[in-house]
C-alpha cells in the first residue's frame, strides 16, 4: 500500500494540521510505503513572498521531522524537487471538466477571503491530483477539507483511463472522524487563515496567552454545564490529554464546580506536556540544519524516480511516446 499526503509552507503549522494529518500520516508510515511531501509549488497560489516560503518550507521540514516523521520509513520531500508533477497536470488538465473545477469548494472559499483568483489557484486540484498520481498512491491521509480534493483527483484519474488506457491507481481520502474538524480559540475551525491557531511550537507566553483568551460564556462555575462537551476548551483538551484526564475535567464541569479559568489553564498545561518531546527534537534538529536538507534531498531522489516512471507510462499511454 502506497500512501501519500502534502501540506503548503504556508504559515506555523498548527492543533488542526497536526490532528488532522500529521498524526494520522506519521501513524500510517508503520503501515505501508509513505510519501509526504511540502507543497511549495502549491503555496505559490496564496503566498507570494520567496523569503517567507523558504523559511515556511524549512519550517514544516523541522515541525515533520520533529512530530515522528521517521525517514528511515517515510520517503520526505520538496515538492517542486520534483518537477515532473508539472507535466503531469498538463496531461491530466486536458481531461479535466471545466465545471468539476468550478464546483471546487476550496477556490470559492479562497477567493471569498480575498485571494486573487488566479489560473493557478483555480487549477489547484489538478496539480493535487497529478501530486498523488505520479506515485501510484492508494491513501491519501487528510483532513475534511481535502476530500473535496481528492475525491476531484478519483474523477480525472478515471477520466485519463477511460480516454488512454489504464494508467493511474484510483487513490482514496482516509479521513479520520473524530479529528476531522479541529476547532480554533474561536469555535471556527482552526485554520492559518482565520488568525485562531494554536501553533504546534508556539511560543509558550503566546500560546498561555491565547488559551487563557478563549472566550466562554457567562454562567457561574458552581452551574452544572449538562453541554460540557461541546466547551471547545474541553475539546481541544481531549486532543492534547491522556483520555481520564479530558474525561474528568469534562465530567466536572457538566456536574458544576469548575471555574473556566482552571479548565483553561489544564488545557495550557496539557498542550505544553504533549509536544514537550517533540520541541526538544525540533531544537536539536535546528541546530542540524545539514542533516534535515540531506533529508529532503535523499527524499526528492527517491520520489523523482518512481514520479519518472509514472509519468513515462502516461506519456505513452496518450502518443507522447
Ligand atoms: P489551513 O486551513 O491552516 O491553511 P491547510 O489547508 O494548509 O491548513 O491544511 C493542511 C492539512 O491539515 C490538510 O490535510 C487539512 O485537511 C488539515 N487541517 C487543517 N486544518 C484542520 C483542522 N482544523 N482540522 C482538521 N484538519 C485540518
Ligand atoms: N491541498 C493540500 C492542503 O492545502 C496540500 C496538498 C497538495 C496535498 N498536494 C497534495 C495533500 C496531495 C494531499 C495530497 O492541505
Not at 517567507?52 to 515538492?79: E, H, I, M, W, Y
Not at 508533477?85 to 486536458?94: D, G, I, P, Q, R
Amino acid at each position: 500500500m502506497r500512501i501519500l499526503s502534502g501540506i503548503q509552507p504556508s504559515g506555523a503549522l498548527h492543533l488542526g494540521n497536526y490532528f488532522g494529518m500529521m498524526r494520522p500520516a506519521i501513524e500510517l508510515q508503520e503501515k505501508g510505503e509513505a510519501f509526504y511531501f511540502i507543497a511549495d509549488y502549491h503555496s505559490m497560489t496564496s503566498l507570494t513572498d520567496p523569503v517567507a516560503r523558504r523559511k515556511n518550507t524549512l519550517d514544516v521540514a523541522l515541525d515533520f521531522l520533529a512530530c515522528g516523521l521517521d525517514p528511515k520509513k517515510s520517503v520526505f520531500f520538496k515538492q517542486s524537487d520534483v518537477p515532473e508533477v508539472t507535466e503531469l497536470s498538463w496531461l491530466l488538465s486536458t481531461v479535466t471538466p471545466m465545471g468539476l473545477l468550478e464546483r471546487a469548494h476550496s477556490y470559492k472559499d479562497k477567493t471569498a477571503k480575498g485571494i486573487s483568483p488566479s489560473h493557478a489557484l483555480f487549477a489547484y486540484p489538478v496539480l493535487m491530483a497529478a501530486d498523488i498520481l505520479i506515485y501510484d498512491s492508494n491513501v491519501v491521509p487528510v483532513g475534511r477539507d481535502q476530500k473535496q480534493h481528492v475525491e476531484m483527483t478519483r474523477d480525472i484519474a478515471i477520466k485519463f483511463n477511460e480516454a488512454y488506457g489504464q494508467t493511474f491507481v484510483i487513490p482514496e481520502p482516509q479521513i479520520r472522524d473524530e479529528v476531522a474538524v479541529v476547532p480554533g480559540i474561536d469555535g471556527q475551525k482552526m485554520s492559518k487563515s482565520y488568525g485562531n491557531t494554536i501553533e504546534i511550537f508556539g511560543d509558550e507566553k503566546v500560546i498561555r496567552k491565547k488559551i487563557m483568551g478563549i472566550v466562554m460564556d457567562s454562567r457561574q462555575p458552581a452551574e452544572p454545564k449538562p453541554d460540557a462537551d461541546k466547551n471547545l476548551a474541553v475539546q481541544l483538551l481531549k486532543l492534547v490529554a491522556p483520555a481520564e484526564v479530558g474525561n474528568d475535567f469534562e465530567n466536572r464541569l457538566r456536574a458544576g464546580g469548575l471555574g473556566y479559568g482552571d479548565l483553561k489553564k489544564a488545557l495550557f498545561e496539557n498542550y505544553w506536556n504533549y509536544f514537550a518531546d517533540a520541541r526538544k527534537k525540533r531544537a536539536e534538529l535546528a541546530a542540524n540544519l545539514d542533516y534535515v536538507n540531506g533529508v529532503l534531498v535523499d527524499g526528492a531522489n527517491k520520489a523523482r524516480s518512481l514520479a519518472q516512471k509514472v509519468l513515462k507510462r502516461a506519456r505513452i499511454n496518450c502518443g507522447l511516446e
